[in-house]
């Protein structure tokens, strides 16, 4: 998986208000 792919899913995991500092 690339790393952007797991950004995409880390993001559609989590709420849609939090965001990742990484």
Same mark, same amino acid.
């Given at each position: @998986? &690339? &790393? $952007?792919? =797991? %950004? +995409? %899913? +880390? /993001? @559609? &995991?989590?709420? $849609? =208000?939090?965001?990742? &500092? /990484?």
């Amino acid at each position: @998986i &690339s &790393s $952007q792919e =797991g %950004n +995409l %899913n +880390l /993001k @559609i &995991s989590v709420p $849609q =208000g939090y965001h990742f &500092s /990484k």
